[in-house]
Structure formats: structure tokens, C-alpha cells
């Protein structure tokens, strides 16, 4: 079986409506496993004290913030390519989750950050990266609200998120590029003396793997609910033609 059959709208649906129960219950397993172990059963850390334990939402979110743009890159890529409405709407439907997501990951990194730097906000290459990718995401939404045709509307919107993806990959490695800022590293890296203690990495790997189930499960719900959007509007522009 091909992976491009689940291009076809039924199909996708067909599949999504078995897997969600499925996807949502594990998400919310692992978030609610993860912040519960986090929060409440793991120790203060010596410099940061309890502020530390905002890891458990700002990297996860962080993280999904980034990949959910990359995600829809791939999707665009896709429309471009092949012209699978399917993958247009997938991007469509992901991008106010990644924008959630984003929200996420700056206002936890705010109420993290104010205790150790002394600020809410610093013009750090990462979290102005970050902030110019919130942008684009709303940006992104906002073109394919303005567009009413909805092949037009993918492809401006494809063009926007090809963009938007070079911010995307600078909010990802932005502390790699320039050695200054107050931002920290990565808590998680193939480096072991970068990664965060295992008191605090075990519970966030479970966070972390709840975010990602929660993004895919809201992604299939919303590629639904866009799918019969589309549908709709496709009677409706038959039924004034008549």
C-alpha cells in the first residue's frame, strides 16, 4: 500500500478517525505522567530553584513550535510538488497549533528567564528568531484567510512558509550561530555534558513525547474539520451556480 493513497480526502479521514482515540489517549498519558512527575516529583535545581521545572512546558513547546513549521514546509513542499490537497490542508490545519505552540514556548520563556536574567525580555538572537516566527505563523494564517480561492491561497501560503522556515531553522540553532546572548544551550544534545541531570531529563523525555502526540492528534482533527470545510464550500459554490 502506497502512502500517497492517504492523499485521497476519504482515505485520510478513514484512517485518521481509527487512529485518533488512539493518539489522544497516549497524549494525554504522557502529559499528564510527565508535568505530574516533573512538577511534583523531581528536586529544585541548586542555582535556578523551582523556576527550573517551566522546562517541562517551554521546551517541549519549544521544540513543537519549530518542528510544526518544518512539518508544514514539508506538507507545502508536497502541495508544490504533487498538488495533494490533502497535504495543503495539513499545513493549513497545523499552523494554528504551531502558533499555540509558540505562544507557549515565549511566555514560559519569559516568567523562566525574568528570575535568572533580571528582565521578561531580551533582543536574544534565539528569542528574537523565535518572536519572528510567531510572525509568520501569523502571517501564514492570515493569507489563507485573505484568499478565498483555495488552490491560489496554498500557494501563496507554500511560498510564505518556504520563507518562513530559514526563521524556523535560526530560532532552532540561533545559540550556534552567535556565541553571545543570555539564552542557555540545548537541555537535550548528543553532547552528554550539555544535556539537563536525568532527575529532570527522564520526566522531560515523557513531556516531551506527550507535545508531540498532542500536535499530531490536533493536526489530524483540524486536516479533518478542513477537509469537510472545503467540501462544504464546494456545495455551496455548486448550489449559487445552478
Known amino acids: 500500500m502506497s502512502l500517497w493513497e492517504y492523499a485521497n480526502p476519504v482515505r485520510f479521514i478513514r484512517l485518521t478517525d ?18 505530574v512527575w516533573g512538577f511534583f516529583f523531581t528536586p529544585d535545581d541548586y542555582r535556578q530553584g523551582s523556576t527550573v521545572k517551566i522546562i517541562y512546558l517551554h521546551v517541549p513547546a519549544a521544540l513543537m513550535a519549530i518542528n510544526a513549521w518544518l512539518m508544514m514546509l514539508v506538507a507545502s513542499l508536497i502541495w508544490i510538488v504533487r498538488r495533494h490537497h490533502v497535504s495543503a490542508l495539513a499545513a493549513r490545519a497545523a499552523a494554528p497549533v504551531g502558533a499555540t505552540m509558540t505562544v507557549i514556548a515565549l511566555a514560559t520563556g519569559a516568567i523562566w528567564g525574568q528570575p535568572m536574567w533580571g528582565t521578561w525580555w531580551a533582543w536574544d538572537p534565539r528569542l528574537t528568531s523565535f518572536l519572528i516566527l510567531f510572525l509568520f505563523y501569523l502571517g501564514y494564517m492570515a493569507l489563507w484567510e485573505a484568499i478565498e480561492n483555495d488552490d491560489a491561497a496554498a500557494d501563496l501560503t507554500s511560498i510564505l ?4 522556515s530559514v526563521f524556523a ?17 540545548a537541555s537535550l544534545s548528543l553532547d552528554a555534558e550539555e544535556n539537563v541531570a536525568d532527575v529532570f531529563w527522564l520526566p522531560l523525555l515523557v513531556c516531551i513525547a506527550g507535545f508531540v502526540l498532542l500536535f499530531v492528534a490536533l493536526v489530524f482533527l483540524r486536516t479533518q474539520t478542513e477537509i469537510r470545510a472545503r467540501r462544504m464550500r464546494a456545495i455551496l459554490a455548486r448550489e449559487r451556480m445552478a
Open 18 to 35: 481509527r487512529v485518533l482515540p488512539a493518539l489522544s489517549g497516549a497524549a494525554v498519558l504522557c502529559l499528564v505522567v510527565g508535568l
Open 161 to 164: 512558509c518556504l520563507v518562513g
Open 169 to 185: 531553522l535560526l530560532s532552532r540553532y540561533a545559540v550556534n550561530f552567535w556565541n553571545q546572548g543570555l539564552h542557555q544551550g
